[in-house]
């Protein structure tokens, strides 16, 4: 029996708990297959599809700074990736096509989204601080969810406007004027790499925000970033993007294996271990 090869493309991946995920998966189900990490620079990204088109990988998921990136050298994108013009998770076909498939959507509906349902209504003032191809899929699973009233910031501003481009409907904040708009915001979603293990972090404190404001954190690896602890000290309620990752993970896994991974307390409790 041969054994599939998967693995994640990014750069950095040493916060990515992935292959924990996906090879507790794998043993579970007694699928002979691995998953690593695969750091590579932009100009592999080529490489790494023709390995998938040979058969040498039989998918891999695309992490920052690649999910757009990766577009141009897939056969088509589907569903959720076509509306947002973001992959994070591509596999090959019966027909021998290189697809691209985006399942953060799905991680931010069951991880994010539905907590948002029971603790705030349509009418919320969102803003998304990020402009890479994980806030299009925030914008898209809240637009989903009937929201219109979402704002954007990011430190580079034309990325954010190109981002309005496809979503008119989303208002463009200099990020120079955070802190200076962040009072009238509902719901903060950080989809930047800002927080994340071993990186740099916020240089705004966020002093205005709402008591009754909610802070989402796509981060999962640190547990807590500088800036959840900051907010928690103060009240604030807040959520990391852990849920986020474990069900865009199962979603990823089905597509590949054709089975729906369970999310077992065994599972939780080997990545909280590995968080701390």
């Excluded at 996906?22 to 080529?46: R, T, V």
């Excluded at 991880?111 to 925030?138: H, M, P, T, W, Y």
């Excluded at 959840?228 to 993970?249: A, H, V």
Aim: with cysteine; charged share 25%; aromatic share 10%.
């Amino acid at each position: 029996m041969i054994k599939k090869s998967f693995g994640i493309i990014g750069k950095p991946l040493s916060h990515s708990l992935s292959p924990t995920l996906h090879n507790y998966w794998f043993k579970k189900y007694k699928i002979f297959a691995d998953y690593s990490l695969l750091e590579i620079e932009l100009s592999e990204i080529g490489e790494i599809i023709k390995k998938i088109r040979c058969s040498e990988l039989q998918g891999i998921n695309v992490t920052v700074p690649y999910k757009q990136a990766v577009i141009p050298f897939l056969d088509l994108i589907l569903d959720d990736a076509k509306e947002t013009l973001s992959v994070n998770t591509v596999s090959l076909n019966e027909k021998g096509q290189v697809v691209g498939h985006n399942t953060d959507v799905y991680g931010l509906e069951y991880g994010f989204v539905n907590k948002l349902n029971s603790l705030n209504s349509e009418q919320d003032k969102i803003l998304i601080l990020g402009a890479g191809g994980v806030s299009l899929s925030v914008i898209y699973a809240l637009f989903k969810r009937g929201t219109k009233k979402i704002s954007i910031s990011n430190r580079t501003l034309k990325k954010a406007e190109d981002i309005r481009k496809k979503f008119p409907f989303v208002e463009v904040i200099n990020w120079e004027n955070l802190e200076t708009n962040i009072n009238s915001m509902d719901v903060i979603i950080n989809a930047t790499s800002l927080g994340l293990k071993n990186g740099d972090d916020f240089k705004q404190e966020f002093k205005d925000i709402k008591p009754s404001a909610i802070y989402y954190d796509i981060i999962y690896n640190p547990e807590n970033t500088a800036m959840i602890k900051k907010l928690k000290e103060r009240g604030i309620k807040t959520f990391n993007g852990l849920e986020m990752f474990i069900y865009q993970g199962q979603e990823s896994f089905s597509i590949w294996n054709k089975i729906i991974p369970e999310l077992d307390e065994e599972l939780k409790k080997i990545i909280f271990k590995k968080l701390r």
